[in-house]
């Protein structure tokens, strides 16, 4: 599947020598390598999705039983949460996801073989990027000065970018601005990442790495 041949393409062959190419690059091959970190990348780049769909079930089930009845706020709340966390967390990842795949195909175009992440430095990377999100939905809907969105009526689902009334500290277009920043400033990494492959053809269009070229270009 698909899944498999990215990883492949971003795999090492397994070697025992260290040796110059021709024109003087060092090219370093390992005794073994393993693409379970790319892997796993892709697994915590989906389950933001199945949450987010798993919540959107929940709440379209919810107006059904509720039904001419009020619809508990904290479901607002809840959904709210994790759509932000979502598009944050999904962001973010793909970044994180881009920074190492261009630093293998940098190494590549040196003649340098390298290992693909550890599962360990996945776990971590993973982690930090979902506690980040987890903090940038959080600094959202928190009903503080400092929040970033107004609830004006969680039963109805209105809400409002702004700090809540009446000591709120940011207005709603500041509010806004932040809220992009969470998703513009990877999207513009991820934008950079594909010119810098295509600017000094960082990935060739046939062989292992076609289904990488083809995702960035």
Known sequence: NNTNIASDSLSSKPS???RMSNNG???????????????????FLV???????????????????????????????????????YFTSNFTLNAVVAYNIHSFVKQSYKRIRVKPPSILKSYG????????????????IIQRPWGLMTFV????????????PPDGI?????????ILTYMAV?????LYVRWSIWRYRLLPKS???????LYFM
């Open 170 to 178: 940011f207005s709603p277009a500041t509010c806004l601005i932040i």
């Open 16 to 18: 025992n020598n260290r």
């Open 47 to 85: 389950l933001p999705d199945a949450l987010l769909n798993a919540i959107a079930s929940g709440y379209s089930i919810s107006q059904i039983v509720y039904d001419g009845k009020v619809i508990p706020s904290y479901y607002t709340y809840i959904y709210s949460w994790f759509v932000l966390f």
């Open 125 to 140: 990377a993973v982690t930090c990027v979902y506690i980040f999100a987890s903090l940038a939905a959080t600094w959202c």
């Open 186 to 190: 990877p999207t513009f990494y991820v």
């Open 25 to 43: 690059c060092s090219s370093i091959r390992y005794s073994s390598s393993s693409s379970g970190g790319y892997n796993l990348y892709i697994v």
């Open 153 to 164: 009526d969680p039963v109805m689902g209105i809400v409002e970018f702004g700090s809540p």
């Open 207 to 213: 062989g292992r790495t076609r289904v990488l070229s």
